[in-house]
């Protein structure tokens, strides 16, 4: 084993020990280079004033060479924070304004120990980094029955881990906390779980209010102190876009000091914040008990990093951080944020008319992109491909009953348009069946 892995693995295990078990083979194995060129390069960077001919990037004029058809379309910005390489963590400014923002937004972080932020492309990313050091072959991955597709991809085929799964809501229609900590206490014999919390959720819209997340919480704790090493990634994807009595940030806060046996994880991004999905940035940040901790991990997170994209693009690094620091900046935000509550008001608006109960019910939601409905006549696929073949709509179907409609991209004018058109369509299959 290389030595900057193993003195990496030596302070995991002296800083917290369930921490150190809980790393994957591969998360034992990685780490960051000290020395090699992206070393060496910043060393010249600092200290090679007359000529620095380490780094591969060419230069000109004393900038980074760059088309004029290019530079014409972003001559906003400086040629040094587009088109030179960003470090493998992330451009330093935006990972400070981040964490500024982590705070102000989640205010039960102040006084918790957490590190920088470091920047991945996009949220997968960040999710594929923690399943790389996390998830082995076998490790039980706790999710939800209503899920992101994604999940089996990410830590099921890429890893090999076990999808375990349990309904996501109980007999009450809010979240089933009681299914969460049985499945968490079902890995008793392995020692580990790892759980993957995503609110507001994809596919459903559903966040939990404050009760329901103090029951998260609790079964959690309830893992860890029967003995089981919980590694707890929040996929905060659609955060902040919460529109009813739900919480109003993340659980990363509570979950930041719960239980040496808990290793907190953070995986957000201003993908779906602020409205830039192409353009791919994401975070990924970790809650421990002391500073050489956060440090080991930050360490060997770059090493996948290093090892997989070498670094995040760096133009729309440089975007975002732009926006972070405009004054006008939250005034937008909330603008498009009304605009979303709108379209989520306006479709529980028309589903609770009734006109539509015979065809189907809905799945509680509050808040994101996202609400589920529960066809009760129709199979989800028949009506998807019948809605798209004969009316032009798109719709996603999961399994057999629930259709995801994705309100976020369609006006508030054209919903009822919309639902009507879908009613429509379960209308004309149950005519054909008939």
């Known amino acids: 084993m290389n030595e900057l892995a193993q003195t990496l693995n030596e302070t995991l295990q002296r800083e917290n020990p369930h921490v150190y078990e809980m790393l994957s083979d591969l998360a034992k194995k990685i780490y960051f280079p000290k020395e090699g060129i992206l070393s060496q390069s910043a060393e010249a960077k600092a200290k090679a004033n007359k000529y620095n001919a380490t780094i591969g990037i060419a230069v000109e004029n004393g900038q980074p060479m760059h088309l004029k058809v ?22 330093p400014e935006l990972r400070t304004a981040w964490r500024a923002k982590m705070l102000v937004e989640n205010p039960s972080l102040e006084g918790k120990l957490f590190g920088n932020p470091i920047v991945t492309n996009a949220l997968t990313h960040g999710l594929s980094i923690a399943a790389d050091l996390f998830a082995d072959v076998g490790d039980a991955v706790i999710i939800p029955d209503k899920n992101w597709e994604n999940y089996e991809l990410t830590f099921g085929i890429r890893r090999g881990a076990e999808i375990v799964n349990y309904p996501l809501y109980n007999e009450q229609g809010t979240f089933n906390a009681e299914g969460l900590k049985n499945a968490i206490l079902a890995q008793q014999s392995k020692g580990k779980a790892f759980v993957v919390l995503n609110f507001p959720n994809n596919p459903t819209g559903y966040t939990p209010n404050a ?7 609790a079964a959690i704790q309830a893992g860890a102190e029967a003995g089981i090493n919980v590694v707890v990634v929040t996929d905060d994807a659609y955060f902040g876009l919460f529109f009813e009595d739900s919480l109003q940030e993340s659980l990363f806060g509570q979950l930041a000091d719960l239980h040496p046996r808990v290793l907190a994880i953070k995986v957000d991004g201003a993908t779906k914040e602020e409205y830039v999905w192409g353009f791919r940035v994401g975070f990924i940040t970790y809650a421990g008990k002391s500073e050489a901790l956060l440090s080991a991990l930050e360490q060997k997170t770059m090493g996948v990093i290093r090892a997989t994209i070498s670094s995040g693009p760096h133009p729309t690094q440089t975007f975002v951080l732009h926006a972070l620091k405009s004054p006008e900046f939250e005034a937008q935000k909330q603008e498009k944020f009304a605009i979303m509550k709108g379209r989520a008001n306006r479709v529980k ?56 409609v994705a309100f976020s991209c369609i006006e508030e004018e054209n919903l009822d348009e919309l639902f009507s058109l879908i009613f429509q369509g379960v209308q004309d299959l149950e005519t054909v069946r008939a």
């Open 70 to 91: 290019i530079q014409d379309t972003l001559s906003t910005y400086a040629p040094k924070d587009i088109y030179e390489y960003a470090p493998p963590a992330g451009k």
């Open 349 to 404: 608006h028309l589903l609770d008319t009734g006109k539509f109960d015979g065809a189907w019910d809905y799945y509680p939601f509050n808040s994101g992109y996202f609400m589920c409905l529960k066809l009760k006549t129709v199979e989800a696929e028949t009506l998807r491909t019948h809605l798209l073949q004969q009316y032009g709509i798109g719709t996603i179907a999961l399994g057999e009953t629930d259709l995801r």
């Open 211 to 217: 009760v329901e997340g103090k029951e998260i919480i």
